[in-house]
């Protein structure tokens, strides 16, 4: 696959900026369409937040478009091996949600239509069978859960390396270490990006920059509300009796989260003492928290010996739900970012729908609910499943 090194093309009919999950398979999608694609990347690929060790594939959403892409993005990791043709790992082991309040079964309750209507079979359970699924869970804090056996999770760097391949086998070209540091925006008209490497000319600029949205954003005039936030997970010592399937389990009162992974366990939580910024050190610290939320939880495994952990950027918007679409006032700069932790397993779909907007088709999920503009008005999104 080209890469660092390899000379810039000095033009393209599309530059994508930004290599993880969602600006690979943007480019893979669009190199199938036949177009003229260059991908460019400041790092490395997977560099960011999809380079994570393993990440969350899921369809159980409550805001129908985020069903519409999920669901049809599992469907597409199903399908991974034969296109676009690679081994990602895909386990699915099913989601368990935990739900601690008669407002939490309420809310997952009304997602469940919109995932019945494309083919998800969720459902709620009730706590007796939450423990038949995962045994380590205490029902004492939960009214209810909510269970899908066709999530799971797969390898992002496996999913990123398979959708470049692929790109770059149909003609796409792929350079790291190159950053976008600039856009020349004439008379509204996007005209080239800017890189330490020179210009590159082009008359459509696709951001899938992650936590670094915002500035791409800012040198074409357009306001991507997208804030970096620190997220870490650790992982447990082997376990005497491994559980490789052991649903991905979600505490929605707390957010923490366990499942397996290999011969231990991943677990996870959302800091709520974090403060936003680019740092992605991982800080031990944090492990008391994790291991109270774990006592409430899964009180057996809140002592669990951990051997390593990893920090990475969720890219926040004001609502936690994606940005997706075209900007209005500058011609032609699409976006695809602020997915708050969602960006992975709706990258397939995403990058369909982007391919769709590229090429003034109709996309295959109505992504208008996404664009970037509705924090002005009253158009922000409610999502209950938000980890």
């Known amino acids: 696959m080209s ?47 999809s380079g994570k060790p393993v990440g969350g594939v899921r369809a159980q959403f409550s805001e129908p478009a985020n069903v519409a892409l999920a669901a049809r993005s599992l469907r597409a990791y199903a399908d991974f091996p034969r296109r676009p043709g690679a081994d990602i790992g895909l386990r699915q082991v099913g989601y368990l949600f935990l739900l601690p309040t008669d407002a939490h079964v309420a809310a997952f309750a009304a997602g469940l239509p919109a995932q019945h209507a494309h083919g998800v079979p969720s459902r709620l359970v009730d706590l007796d069978e939450a423990v038949r699924l995962n045994p380590y ?113 979600i505490d929605q009162g707390s957010t923490f989260y366990v499942h397996g992974a290999g011969d231990g366990l991943l677990l996870g939580l959302a800091d709520p003492e974090q403060a936003p910024g680019f740092g ?57 970012c602020g997915f708050s932790g969602h960006g992975f397993l709706q990258a397939p779909a995403v990058g369909e729908a982007v391919r769709d907007l590229v090429l003034h088709r109709e996309p295959v999920v109505d992504v208008r609910v996404f664009h970037a503009e509705r924090f002005a008005g009253e158009a922000a999104l409610t999502e209950a499943a938000i980890v």
């Open 3 to 49: 890469g660092a090194g390899a000379p810039l093309p000095r033009s393209a009919d599309v530059v994508v900026v930004g290599g993880g999950a969602v600006g690979t398979s943007v480019a893979f999608h669009l190199a199938e369409a036949g177009v003229n694609v260059l991908l460019l990347e400041r790092d490395g690929l997977a560099s960011g937040s």
């Open 137 to 249: 869970v205490d029902p004492t804090g939960y009214t209810a859960a909510a269970w899908s056996p066709t999530d799971g999770w797969a390898l992002p760097g496996a999913v990123v390396r398979g959708y470049a391949d692929a790109a770059v086998r149909l003609g796409a070209r792929v350079r790291t270490g190159v950053a976008v540091t600039g856009t020349d925006v004439r008379g509204g008209v996007v005209m080239a990006v800017r890189t330490p490497a020179g210009d590159v000319r082009t008359s459509t600029v696709v951001c899938c920059a992650g936590a670094w949205s915002r500035s791409l954003g800012d040198t074409v005039g357009v306001d991507l509300p997208v804030t970096p936030l620190r997220r870490q997970i650790a992982f447990s010592a082997p376990l005497p009796r491994p559980e490789p399937d052991l649903p991905f389990t």
């Open 280 to 336: 992605r050190d991982y800080d031990p610290s944090w492990l008391p928290t994790l291991r109270a939320a774990a006592r409430r939880c899964v009180p057996a495994l809140a002592d669990v010996p951990l051997v390593d952990g990893w920090a990475g950027l969720y890219e926040m918007t004001p609502d936690r739900n994606a940005l997706i679409g075209e900007a209005t006032g500058v011609s032609r700069f699409l976006y695809a």
